[in-house]
C-alpha cells in the first residue's frame, strides 16, 4: 500500500522551462512534506520542505505547493537547468504513535531530464 | 565533516555470508533511520531507531535483518545469511526530534553485492 506516489517515472524538460513533479499521498496524518534530489551513486539531499499548514513555500528556483483536501503537493522548478536532472523523491512525514518521534515515507521517485 | 558516515561504500558478499553495515549520524542527532533502494526503484523505509531503542521496525523483513543503535558507537545494519535479492543500497538518515522540522539527512550509501 504505496501511501505515498509520484505517478510520473520520468520527465523531460527543455533547459529555461518550468518542471512541475507531482505528489499524492493518502494518510491524512501527515504534516510535514519534504522534497529530496538524488544523483547516481550519491545519497539523497534535502530541497525544499512544507508544513501542513501552509499551501506554499519558495526557496529560489524552488516552489512547493500543497493542496491538503487533495492530498497533493508539487514541486515546481524554474527555470529548469541542466544541473537539475536528478531523480526527485517526495516525502511525507507524520509524528510516530507513542508521539515520540517522526517517520518519513518516501515516494518511488520521478527522474527529471533537463535538456539543454 | 559532520555529515552522516556510512561504511563500507561498496561490500560484497557471496550468498550466505553476513553484512554488517554501519552508519554514524550527524552531530547531535539521535534518531537513525534506514532505506532501502533496490535497483531502479525508490526508497524503501526499513527501521527507525533512537539511541538503544527500536521506533519502528515495521520496514524490515522478518528474517535475517535486525538493527541496532547502542548507547556508544553507530547504528549497526546487519543482514544474515545473504541471498541475492538483498543486493541494493542502503541508505542511513539522521535527525534530531524536532516535530515541525522533519529533515532528514542522508549518507552516501553502501552498496551491498550479493555473488
Known amino acids: 500500500d504505496q501511501q505515498v506516489k509520484q505517478n510520473s517515472p520520468s520527465l523531460s524538460v527543455q533547459e529555461g522551462r518550468i518542471s512541475i513533479l507531482n505528489c499524492d499521498y493518502t494518510n491524512s496524518m501527515f504534516d510535514y512534506f519534504l522534497w529530496y534530489k538524488k544523483y547516481p551513486a550519491e545519497g539523497p539531499t534535502f530541497l525544499i520542505s512544507i508544513s501542513s499548514i501552509k499551501d506554499k513555500n519558495e526557496d529560489g528556483r524552488f516552489t512547493v505547493f500543497l493542496n491538503k483536501s487533495a492530498k497533493h503537493l508539487s514541486l515546481h522548478i524554474v527555470p529548469s537547468q541542466p544541473g537539475d536532472s536528478a531523480v526527485y523523491f517526495c516525502?511525507?512525514?507524520?509524528?510516530?504513535?507513542?508521539?515520540?518521534?517522526?517517520?518519513?515515507?518516501f515516494g518511488p521517485g520521478t527522474r527529471l531530464s533537463v535538456l539543454p | 565533516n559532520a555529515g552522516v558516515m556510512q561504511n563500507p561504500r561498496h561490500l560484497v558478499r557471496r550468498r550466505g555470508q553476513e553484512a554488517r553495515l554501519r552508519c554514524s549520524p550527524m552531530k547531535g542527532h539521535s534518531h537513525v533511520y534506514w532505506y532501502r533502494q533496490l535497483p531502479e526503484e525508490g526508497l524503501k523505509f526499513m527501521v527507525y531507531?533512537?539511541?538503544?531503542?527500536?521506533?519502528?521496525e515495521s520496514g524490515m523483513p522478518k528474517e535475517r535483518f535486525s538493527a541496532e543503535f547502542p548507547k556508544e558507537g553507530p547504528s549497526i545494519l546487519r543482514i544474515q545469511q545473504v541471498v541475492r535479492g538483498d543486493s541494493a543500497a542502503y541508505f542511513c538518515?539522521?535527525?534530531?526530534?524536532?516535530?515541525?522540522?522533519?529533515?532528514?539527512?542522508f549518507g552516501e550509501g553502501s552498496r551491498l553485492t550479493v555473488l
Open positions: 531507531l533512537q539511541k538503544e531503542n527500536i521506533i519502528d
Open positions: 538518515a539522521s535527525s534530531k526530534r524536532a516535530a515541525n522540522t522533519g529533515e532528514l539527512f
Open positions: 516525502a511525507a512525514s507524520a509524528i510516530t504513535r507513542d508521539n515520540y518521534g517522526q517517520n518519513f515515507v
